[in-house]
């Protein structure tokens, strides 16, 4: 596996979730601000044969989540399920961090969804030679990756979609106008969902902060929903809903143990790295 890459979708004023404009945003080697290199990336892309593209979620600074999935790439490095031959990973940054988490929650899917949409046509337009494109996600950097599958170029398949501790409402894929993601796994050889019954903001905090989006922000998914990263898809939206992974109760994995290092995190980086080798996931 060669030095991961970083592209930095995050605008000068990120704590009011403003995304870089298509052409401010940046693609970086291993580091947070050297000049612009979207064609040394896209030489990079060229020359791989598969393209992972990692992010976080929300209220993250840009160190923050450069340090956090750092560690988590390196904790997949080492399992023995990783794929790494021809692998290029890519640290997704977008806007994620506000001033008052609990008060800005409800307008974040708005950059998050604009983001995405960028992440797509930039990696349509400078990796479209790759053979392969992984997307991972943690939280609401589900609506990133969601999004850009959405926005690749038409007929481009994603390998792995795997969505962790998802900050989107359960039933996404449903076949219908509610599922907003209908569409995406269609559009991914797998798609693999890691969720955990002891995450408290998903239980707790995510159905008051849903609610308020649905209510004044038009967030366009229902209101009443459970967090797609707490239960897992409904199982009543087959044959949309893809597999998914319950991390056993007695893990006590919670929101914050998903994204960076630590023993408990490596153990999740370890399901992510059977995820993208298209392994089944086992705990530990």
């Not at 509610?178 to 969720?195: E, K």
């Amino acid at each position: 596996m060669t030095s991961h890459w970083v592209i930095n979708l995050r605008g000068e004023v990120p704590c009011v979730g403003q995304v870089a404009t298509a052409a401010a945003a940046r693609a970086l080697e291993g580091q947070l601000d050297p000049l612009p290199g979207w064609q040394k990336f896209a030489e990079a892309a060229a020359n791989a044969r598969h393209l992972l593209l990692i992010t976080h979620g929300f209220n993250v600074k840009a160190g923050e989540g450069f340090e956090g999935l750092s560690a988590t790439l390196a904790q997949m490095a080492v399992h023995p399920a990783f794929p790494a031959a021809g692998l290029l990973p890519v640290i997704v940054l977008w806007p994620g961090d506000w001033v008052v988490p609990v008060v800005n929650f409800p307008a974040a899917h708005r950059p998050a969804e604009r983001a995405g949409r960028q992440l797509g046509e930039h990696v349509g337009r400078f990796a479209a030679a790759v053979p392969a494109i992984s997307l991972m996600s943690h939280s609401l950097g589900a609506r990133v990756v969601l999004e850009a599958v959405l926005a690749l170029p038409a007929g481009r398949q994603v390998d792995t979609l795997c969505l962790t501790a998802a900050a989107t409402d359960n039933d996404i894929f449903r076949q219908d106008k509610a599922g907003r993601y209908s569409a995406v796994p269609g559009r991914c050889r797998q798609v693999m969902v890691i969720h955990s019954r002891r995450d408290k903001v998903l239980r707790l905090a995510y159905p008051a902060g849903d609610f308020l989006a649905d209510l004044f922000l038009r967030d366009r998914d229902s209101p009443f929903r459970a967090a797609l990263g707490f239960h897992g898809p409904r199982p009543t939206d087959r044959p949309v809903v893809p597999p998914n992974f319950g991390i056993p109760d007695g893990a006590g994995v919670d929101h914050g143990d998903y994204v960076g290092a630590g023993a408990k995190r490596a153990q999740v980086a370890g399901l992510m790295a059977r995820a993208l080798a298209g392994r089944p996931l086992t705990w530990p």
